[in-house]
């Protein structure tokens, strides 16, 4: 497959020189896609107001599996990112075409939204880039060349046990991930569930196996392989996470 050399500029003064990933309604990606770093200053101030109005919202108890539980959406963190405590927010807001539902993940780095697309009519998890307040300029130049890194080696992929990134791009200023909403858990709290087979568990580990084999295929490396970057669908399915490390 030959990658598309093409890019589509992101609006707004804001966004600068920052592009987001070519895509197709419904598709992943394609390798060779490229971006570039946003202003490190871009409406700073107005996108934290926006993210001061999400919520925790972890009352699921009408949700039973639908939502999964919060420490699997680290998953979607860096791994360089610690978690953060879990405290109540504000009410939701958007952020673009998204609608945020509930915060999901947080580290030092990030922040990971479970949200709505209206326009494709489907559930995502948008992970914006939250700059440090006290890093230098070469700190912060570091920690978006990585959260972009992270985008391309995961458009490089395509595989059903890897996470698909749907879009990439600048949200009012911050670099953003929308990416592929998985419903599961940990692959160490999968473990301890009672009543799997021994052929569950070699079949989930056979399919990490599989999709890290794929990555290799595409020259990614993920470095960063662990349980608690694997979430397991409720249909024992395994999806490989957070490509923060991969080269």
Not at 206 to 223: C, I, M, N, S
């Amino acid at each position: 497959m030959t990658p598309s050399s093409t890019t589509q500029a992101l609006s707004g003064p804001a966004c600068q020189p920052l592009r987001s990933l070519p895509l197709k309604s419904g598709t992943k990606p394609s390798s060779g896609e490229d971006m570039a770093p946003a202003h490190p200053e871009a409406r700073r101030d107005n996108t934290r107001a926006v993210l001061m109005r999400t919520s925790m919202a972890e009352e699921d108890s009408g949700r039973k599996g639908n939502v999964p539980p919060r420490a699997g959406y680290n998953s979607y963190l860096n791994p360089m990112e610690k978690p953060e405590p879990v405290r109540p927010r504000p009410a939701p807001g958007t952020l673009g075409r998204y609608v945020l539902v509930r915060e999901i993940g947080r580290g030092g780095m990030g922040i990971v939204f479970e949200a709505q697309d209206p326009q494709l009519q489907r559930s995502v998890a948008l992970k914006l880039m939250l700059p440090r307040p006290h890093a230098d300029a070469a700190q912060a130049e570091a920690e978006r060349q990585r959260f972009i890194r992270e985008a391309q080696m995961i458009a490089k992929l395509k595989h059903p046990n890897l996470v698909t990134l749907y879009e990439a791009g600048a949200l009012q200023g911050k670099l953003f991930l929308a990416m592929e909403l998985i419903q599961g858990q940990p692959f160490s709290a999968w473990l301890k569930q009672k009543g799997l087979t021994l052929r569950q568990k070699v079949a989930v580990v056979r399919d990490v196996a599989l999709a890290v084999h794929h990555a290799h295929e595409k020259g990614v490396l993920h470095r960063d392989l662990k349980p608690e970057n694997i979430l397991v669908s409720p249909d024992h399915q395994p999806h490989v996470m957070d490509f923060g490390l991969a080269k």
